[in-house]
């Protein structure tokens, strides 16, 4: 079983910066994804890395602003949020995947984030 919790939301203005952080357990992780979700808006992939480590993706809208990384010593998956703009308000999920060919089957309860203009 997989658990997820996230951590770190908040409010900040518009240029700032927020970090947030998933505290993973479990077994068999295969990668841990962020997703988010703003208001009246579909869920939406942010970024992603292999639980090795050896691989991370990026959605077009956050690349160059947010560096999603792994704390191997507190098996925690953090996302750095920088130049923040607006549009990044929204929900944002932490999730799970076991294998390669897997669903992201699991998640956490989910972290606001609100950018002030």
């Known amino acids: 079983q997989v658990q997820l919790v996230e951590s770190g939301g908040g409010l900040v203005q518009a240029g700032g910066s927020l970090r947030l952080s998933c505290a993973a357990s479990?077994?068999?992780?295969?990668?841990i994804g962020w997703f988010r979700q703003a208001p009246g808006k579909e869920r939406e992939f942010v970024a992603s890395?292999?639980?090795?480590?050896?691989?991370?993706y990026y959605a077009g809208s956050v690349k160059g602003r947010f560096t999603i990384s792994r704390d191997n010593a507190k098996n925690t998956v953090s996302l750095r949020m920088n130049s923040l703009k607006p549009e990044d308000t929204a929900v944002y999920y932490c999730?799970?995947?076991?294998?390669?060919?897997?669903?992201?089957?699991?998640w956490g309860q989910g972290t606001q984030v609100t950018v002030s203009s």
């Open positions: 999730t799970a995947r076991t294998s390669s060919t897997a669903d992201y089957d699991y």
């Open positions: 479990g077994f068999s992780i295969y990668a």
């Open positions: 890395i292999r639980w090795s480590g050896d691989s991370k």
